[in-house]
């Protein structure tokens, strides 16, 4: 019998609370008692976003959602700005690489955040930039982007299109306040659902430059949508039962307060972060690093991918494997969603005995007290 | 947001398996539905029991079971002998004394086993005892019972009633083998499952003696029981969510293997009593110690019951509290029915946090050290 622990950056573990509301017995979509559950989501989103403006539900992962971004506000052949500091980055480019716009494609080294400069410098060089492509969090690198200050240069410059996937319900992101003129996220993370949903914000300038957006849309027609959604239905068939779960989440995160839902992700990382550390392994993203997933480098002669198998298969661990040049390298351990301080003792606790069945020497217990010590500030 | 850990000697943890089997839409009792779900829980339980006999169901708690041993097997005046070394003792003494027998009461130690000698000295002393009524595993005191020993001397005399309801699935309690009389469990402990559902094998020899037995029952009718349930139907009606979930919960108890199961539980209370004992605490029951359950003494001037409180209230973790003359002065943490590795890792942890928190000097991580060592021999 071996007990299954989630702990990568998504799916990440369903309370209860939530997936009993899965379970309700289904309604039909084009009901007064699906639009009363509909509008309260609605509500929720609005605060999880940080914005007056709408906040549309689609049936889609958070791909679908970035997908959308850029289908609805570009035209064919527009120049825009990509900070690829990732697989996420990269997926930026992609997406804007198969509409036919023309992306520049800023590379930021993997474990880094986008340096202001450069994107100012970009903006410089290129006056005909019509829209830059971020992460608020890259979490294939397990860094965070200074979105904040790169809202400042795009005020009244081209539109900021940021992927807030492992951001949104992680740490603060607002829309509004920061200028944001895009932001996404999908259900499987902070919001503690199963995947299926994807989100989208857009402030008033993106809702007007998509009138003059020419690329094809139909599914993703956000405008076609927004029209369904504020009347509390949805221009397609809706995913009810994640819709019934999402209620349930975003009260959830009420009851726990938006504010201490961000301390809890910010201190779990810091006990994460110390737990490696103590162990006398490096952070991938020292310098600024992700709340929602700590990257953590693996002492030279340790195949990643056989200690990832070896945790979940024997011990019942899920972490996340590095990608691409950090395959093998890396371990990712996520702290985001419905995540606990014994959550991350679990995971530092079978990281210890996993490294030490690979060869690595550890002290046992060395990194779970360094955790202990952070996760102790909760306790009054 | 704190998320819960079940930690006490029951109810303990349910699989989704089990949660899952029991929320399958209702049938009615008096149908082959039922018939064929009952059918299948009946053969594990057999099995479970070690028994070639007849396990019977109750919808009842396990007092349920231990008075119905008691109602079926013996008559008015009745002398028996109670082995009373803890509160379960004192059920026995209690059920006793309810129907008019006239129960011997052979105290032992808070902690400790009784002694097989002293049962000896008991039965030469009274020729005419017909009943030993005894615990597998007393979960007040977290102590073992000797009962294979004590059966030796049965054979031919007193029926042995044995109380197994943190050790039927925890450690073997072989009815047949052994030369057990009656043997009683619960739901809510390694059978995984919510409260609710009684159980009660019983040798040959006992069903024989039921013939002449004269005390009252209607409810807990065996005889009138056995007849219903050898036909997969019940003599009243029966519990039929709990049975879907004991048909899962023995399921999964044969496909981990029961012998595995043991060897489980016995890991599980190794790895606690390492702990304990690393952080400088006394077990309660250190040379008869229960692989169900384990006491912990705690430091002079620690008040068990504040500390149970801040754990379960600050911590959201779940131990048991000393009764009686134990109220205050011990905790319990429990390793019986849906417990793994990290369960013990989780209790352990969050023990060292919440003795700092009450001003013992604990180095952190040492008692999780203790038990990590424990717990890597499942590793291969």
New interface residues.
């Given amino acids: 019998?071996?007990?299954q622990?989630l702990l990568a950056p998504g799916p990440t573990p369903i309370p209860d609370e939530v997936t009993r509301a899965m379970?309700a017995t289904i309604v039909h979509h084009r009901t007064p008692q699906y639009s009363r559950i509909f509008s309260e989501a609605r509500q929720g989103l609005k605060t999880l976003f940080g914005t007056q403006n709408d906040v549309l539900v689609l049936a889609s992962s958070g791909t679908g959602a970035m997908e959308a971004a850029v289908a609805n506000l570009f035209s064919p052949g527009e120049k825009v700005l990509v900070v690829n500091g990732g697989k996420f980055g990269e997926r930026w480019l992609n997406i804007s690489n198969a509409f036919g716009l023309q992306p520049i494609d800023l590379k930021v080294e993997w474990g880094k955040a986008v340096k202001v400069e450069a994107i100012e410098e970009q903006l410089k060089r290129h006056s005909d930039i019509q829209g830059i492509f971020v992460q608020a969090s890259e979490t294939s690198t397990t860094a965070v982007h200074p979105v904040r200050e790169i809202a400042r240069l795009t005020r009244n410059g081209p539109l900021l299109v940021v992927d807030g996937v492992t951001a949104v319900g992680v740490f603060p992101v607002p829309l509004d306040a920061w200028g944001i003129d895009v932001l996404v996220t999908g259900s499987q993370k902070a919001l503690m659902l199963p995947p299926g949903l994807g989100f989208i914000g857009l402030s008033d300038r993106a809702w007007q430059r998509m009138e003059k957006a020419k690329l094809p849309r139909f599914y993703f027609d956000l405008k076609l949508e927004r029209k369904s959604q504020q009347k509390a239905s949805s221009a397609f068939t809706p995913a009810v039962s994640l819709v019934f779960g999402l209620k349930a989440s975003l009260e959830?995160m009420q009851k726990?307060g938006l504010e201490?839902?961000y301390a809890?992700h910010e201190r779990l990382a810091r006990a994460t972060r110390a737990a490696a550390t103590a162990l006398g392994l490096k952070l991938l993203a020292p310098e600024s690093p992700s709340p929602a997933v700590t990257g953590i480098l693996l002492p030279d002669g340790v195949d990643g991918e056989k200690l990832l198998d070896y945790l979940r298969d024997?011990?019942?661990?899920t972490f996340a494997e590095g990608q691409d040049q950090l395959k093998g390298k890396i371990i990712r351990i996520a702290h985001v969603g419905?995540i606990?301080?014994?959550?991350i003792?679990?995971a530092v606790?079978?990281l210890?005995?996993a490294l030490?069945?690979f060869g690595v020497p550890v002290?046992?217990?060395?990194?779970?007290?360094a955790a202990?010590?952070v996760?102790?500030e909760t306790?009054?």
Same sequence: chains 1, 2.
């Fill in positions: 019998m071996i007990k622990y379970a959830m726990e201490n839902v809890r024997q011990m019942g661990i419905y606990g301080s014994f959550d003792i679990v606790s079978a210890e005995m030490s069945k002290e046992f217990g060395q990194g779970v007290a202990q010590k996760l102790m306790l009054r």
